[in-house]
Antibody
Framework: QVQLVQSGAEVKKPGASVKVSCKAS????????MHWVRQAPGQGLEWVGI????????LYAQKFQGRVTMSRDTSTSTVYMELGSLGSEDTAMYYC????????????WGQGSLVTVSS | QSALTQPRSVSGSPGQSVTISCTGT?????????VSWYQHHPGKAPKLIIS???KRPSGIPDRFSGSKSGNTASLTIFGLQAEDEADYYC??????????FGTGTEVTVL
């Protein structure tokens, strides 16, 4: 069965970077896109970006451009999202979510990784 | 890219129907047939309940129905049940801007 298992909670200081992982299993890893979505406390879901099935193409939401990087390791079927220059507003639950190319929706989600930014 | 607009909350008694609207622009909801809806229970991962405006994935009850007119998409829950109490989010493909979510709607079963 399809599973997306994310890394554990992180606490970071303002200005630092965080790297969250999402390990996929139960399907052909290189055939699917992976998205990252976040939810700040008391707020709604927010799309962060996508790393496409070719592993080379990425697209980030405009507000994160310049401080987010998505990458993957096909040997371990793991996708990574690194977010830099953290501020308190980046405190959120971060989810990875799978998309079959060109279906334009997210069919499986990870359990979420809580990132807390605090001095 | 601004979030799609949803009502903050809707409520209904068991058995009643509720409708959640999701308003965007010609650059997202109105420009593509790729609106999806997600049910989100606190502490859990979001769950896909509607894709491509009106398609229900396998296992989703037919009480959930989606539609779209112009720049506004809608989710209707017929025959509301206690387990439907959750937050609901629409999401639209937005071309070169990627994707945009709605502001979210809390559904309360009275």
């Amino acid at each position: 069965q399809v599973q997306l298992v994310q890394s554990g909670a992180e606490v970071k200081k303002p200005g630092a970077s965080v790297k969250v992982s999402c390990k996929a299993s139960g399907y052909t890893f290189t055939s699917y896109h992976m998205h990252w979505v976040r939810q700040a406390p008391g707020q709604g879901l927010e799309w962060v970006g996508i790393i496409k099935s070719d592993g080379a193409s990425t697209l980030y939401a405009q507000k994160f451009q310049g401080r987010v990087t998505m990458s993957r390791d096909t040997s371990t079927s793991t996708v990574y999202m690194e977010l830099g220059s953290l501020g308190s507003e980046d405190t959120a639950m971060y989810y990875c979510a799978r998309e079959e190319p060109s279906i334009f929706y997210f069919d499986y989600w990870g359990q979420g990784s809580l990132v807390t930014v605090s001095s | 890219q601004s979030a799609l607009t949803q009502p903050r909350s809707v409520s209904g008694s068991p058995g009643q129907s509720v409708t959640i609207s999701c308003t965007g622009t010609n650059s997202d909801v109105g420009g593509y047939k790729y609106v999806s809806w997600y049910q989100h229970h606190p502490g859990k991962a979001p769950k896909l309940i509607i894709s491509d405006v009106s398609k229900r994935p396998s296992g989703i009850p037919d009480r959930f129905s989606g539609s779209k007119s112009g720049n506004t998409a809608s989710l209707t829950i017929f025959g509301l049940q206690a387990e439907d109490e959750a937050d609901y989010y629409c999401c639209s493909y937005a071309g070169t801007n990627g994707y945009v979510f709605g502001t979210g709607t809390e559904v309360t079963v009275l």
